[in-house]
């Protein structure tokens, strides 16, 4: 499913060059829930980032469903993130502007969908995560746990082969972690989609199938 | 632009209520200056009272004469109309008139000056003014030399005060002209109507039929503007052929058939060879325009362009998500167009208060502008222009911000 081979990433400023990531090579196959663990500044977003296509490798060959992404141009990777991935992040990043229904079509805005074909699938997908209720408040009127799940809403209303969280639970007390926690591996599941997360948090990273861990950008296990 | 992205763009502007503020003066008041203008030349060269026929209306007002000693451009004179816009086949009417004379009234013991015409009876079947009371002079009246004048109701009421004037007389320039007929005053920008007597050219002296240069202006009624090319050819072979009995060997005359707006532009680069005159004018309207937009639509592209690090994170999730670069861009500069609409509607307000004020100062005599239909469809494609020029730019510097820059609120 995702492939990376030999992958560097370096970031060059005009004074500093910083290697991010080194000689990574992984394999992760289709509805395997891996996490990604390592003390911070290790490469751990780094990684989730070529993983999701937000970023290009400097070195090595990046193959997501047996495409090589290494030459594709904004067209196709953005076609590519839309149709595989989902993503979900640390501080949420809903649009603030929007209310949770609008912001959980973003995705669907992107293809060729009727207005109220996505509206269906977004209140489907808010109904999983358990916000029904909640469809026409704004991000600010909701708790970090909601917003978050209405962030996962969002990932998964494109229905993707694929669900990227960058420590999903990293803003959120406990109790709060368990319930997303729960709403991931329940995606895993039931559904088999492909989960990688990455996490500080070693109670999470026991609960998936697997942990890559980094140490100052290389793989450690 | 789905319905999401519109009430998005609303709600960033209602939350951004100084930006939206600042933005808005800057872009309503370019408008407003661009509207009146527009409204200005719409009364200038779009067909209106008196001017009715204006589409289908040809003029003759410069003339030129070039030998190998000599340039001189003036008006026509009336030997020239005679020979070149007189019985043009095809054409439906054509009339000459005289280009504005100052002439003076004496009432009691008032002096009052006024602007008039002289003109041909065919002059009042080409235009329609509207007549108050009376009529217009014929052309028995011309042929008799009958001293009738039409006047504006504004000169009646300055003159005669505001009863009954048709049968009175009036002393223009010490000889007593009975009034035939009263009309609606006339703008000054319906330049071949304007005037406030007009009066019959008169006896027609051998000198006048032999004038090449004069005070005149020619005017051709066509049937329909795709007769325009054949009245012009017919036109431009009368002038070549144009060879007046009193001309130095060698002479050589040149003049044009003008829609109103060539007739304005001939005249303003002083040569009447120069077809192009028309193409130029335009030019020179639509880069001062262009000019006038530059500054405030720099305006907008720094104000937008701060902005960018405050949307950095949505532009991240967007492209997350899988917005291509093309669709975001089509997305702020969206976003900025419907900024301009609202200035463009503001500015649509404040265009109909400031020539209100125009038609109620005496700075344009007789101004009557308005804002109809054509103005404001041209005030909201000016609008829609100004925000796809002032969003374009940032619109793209927002859609290139790497997505994991964007996603941290960062940098460009």
């Given at each position: ?5 030999n ?11 910083t290697l991010?990531l080194q000689?990574i090579?992984l394999d ?10 390592g ?8 990684l989730?980032?070529l993983?999701?296509l937000?970023?290009?490798?400097t070195h090595g060959k990046l193959?997501l469903?047996?495409?090589h ?5 904004d ?6 993130r839309?149709e595989?991935?989902g ?6 990043h809903l649009?603030p ?17 009727a207005?109220?074909?996505r509206?269906?699938?977004a ?5 999983r995560?358990?916000?029904?209720s909640?469809v026409h408040?704004?991000?600010t009127q909701?708790s970090?746990g ?5 962030a ?6 494109g229905?993707p082969?694929?669900?990227l969280a960058?420590?999903?639970?990293g803003?959120?007390?406990s109790?709060?972690?368990?319930e997303?926690?729960g709403?991931?591996?329940?995606l ?5 989609t492909?989960v990688v997360?990455v ?10 199938g697997?942990?890559i ?5 290389r793989q450690?296990? | 632009?789905?319905?999401a992205?519109l009430k998005?763009a ?6 951004r ?7 808005l003066v800057?872009i309503?008041?370019?408008?407003v ?6 409204a200005?030349l719409d009364?200038?060269?779009a067909?209106g009272k008196?001017e009715s ?5 040809l ?5 030129g ?14 030997g ?8 043009l086949?095809g054409?439906e ?7 504005l004379q100052?002439?003076v009234i004496y009432s009691?013991?008032?002096r009052?000056e006024t602007?008039?015409k002289?003109t ?5 079947q ?5 007549f108050?009371?009376?009529?217009p002079f014929?052309?028995?009246?011309d ?5 009738v004048?039409?006047?504006?109701d504004a000169?009646?009421?300055k003159v ?15 000889q007593?002209?009975?009034?035939a007929g009263v009309?609606?005053?006339?703008p000054i920008t319906?330049?071949?109507?304007y005037a406030?007597?007009w009066?019959?050219i008169?006896a ?16 051709v009624?066509a049937?329909s503007r ?8 017919e036109f431009?072979?009368?002038?070549a052929?144009?060879k007046?009995?009193d001309d ?5 005359t ?20 120069n077809?192009d005159?028309?193409?130029v ?16 639509a720099?305006?907008?592209v720094?104000l937008?362009?701060s902005?960018?690090?405050?949307r950095a994170p949505e532009?991240?999730?967007r492209?997350a998500f ?7 861009i ?5 976003e900025?167009v419907i900024?301009?609409l ?6 649509f307000?404040?265009t109909?208060?400031?020539?209100a004020v125009?038609?109620h100062?005496?700075?344009i ?5 308005n804002?109809?239909a ?11 222009f ?6 374009f730019y940032?619109?793209?510097k927002?859609?290139r911000?790497?997505p994991v820059n964007a996603?941290r609120?960062?940098?460009?």
């Open positions: 499913m995702i492939t990376l081979n992958i560097d990433k370096v970031y060059r400023t005009e004074r500093v060059e991010a000689n090579n992760i196959a289709d509805g395997e829930f891996v996490s990604i663990m003390p911070s500044g290790c490469g751990k977003s780094t989730l980032n993983i999701g937000l970023d290009k490798p193959l469903d047996g495409m992404i290494n030459g594709a141009g067209r196709s990777l953005a076609k590519m839309n595989k991935l993503f979900v992040f640390q501080s949420f649009v502007d929007l209310t949770v229904l609008d912001n959980v079509e973003i995705p669907l805005l992107y293809r060729k969908i207005a109220g074909e509206k269906k699938l209140l489907a997908a808010l109904d995560v358990g916000l029904s909640r408040h704004f991000p909701l970090g909601q917003q978050q799940r209405v996962i809403a969002r990932a998964i209303v229905k082969r694929i669900v960058d420590e999903p639970t803003n959120l007390d109790a709060m972690g368990d997303i926690m709403i991931l591996q329940e895993n599941e039931k559904d088999g492909t997360m996490t500080h948090d070693d109670r999470f990273a026991q609960q998936t697997r942990t861990r980094l140490f100052d950008g450690v296990a | 632009m789905n319905i992205n998005l609303l709600r960033v502007l209602a939350r209520k100084v930006f939206t503020a600042i933005s800057g309503t008041l370019t408008l200056v661009l509207m009146v203008a527009t200005i009364n200038i060269f067909a008196p026929n204006l589409d289908r209306m003029f003759v007002t410069v003339v004469r070039y030998s190998k000693d000599m340039s001189q451009t003036s008006q026509p004179g009336y020239f109309l005679q020979k070149t816009i007189r019985d086949p054409a009417r054509f009339a000459y008139f005289t280009q100052t002439a009691g013991t008032q009052i602007q008039m002289r041909m009876p065919s002059y009042w080409i235009l329609d003014f509207h108050i009371e009376g009529a014929t052309a028995a009246d042929a008799a030399d009958r001293p004048a039409i006047i504006t000169l009646r009421d005669l005060g505001s009863g009954p004037a048709v049968g009175r007389t009036i002393n223009l320039g010490g007593q002209y009975r009034i009309v609606s005053r006339v319906r330049i071949s109507a406030e007597v009066v019959p008169g027609v002296t051998a000198e006048l039929q032999r004038a090449t240069i004069g005070e005149y202006n020619g005017v009624l049937r795709d007769d325009f090319p054949a009245l012009k050819r431009n072979t009368r002038v052929n144009y007046p009995a130095r060997p060698g002479t050589v040149r003049s044009g058939l003008d829609t109103a707006f060539e007739a304005l532009a001939r005249p303003m680069f002083n040569n009447p060879e077809m005159a028309a193409l004018l335009r030019t020179i309207f639509v880069s001062l325009a262009l000019l006038f937009m530059t500054l405030p720099l305006n907008l720094t937008n362009l902005r960018i690090l405050e532009i991240g999730v492209k899988g917005a291509p670069k093309r669709t975001l089509a997305q702020f500069v969206t900025n900024l301009t609202l200035g463009g509607a503001l500015g307000v404040f109909i208060i400031a020539l125009l038609n100062t005496s700075f005599p007789e101004a009557q502008f804002v109809n054509r103005v404001f469809g041209y005030g909201m494609l000016i609008a829609i100004f925000g796809v020029f002032s969003g940032p619109a793209w927002m859609a911000l790497n996603l609120g960062g940098a460009l």
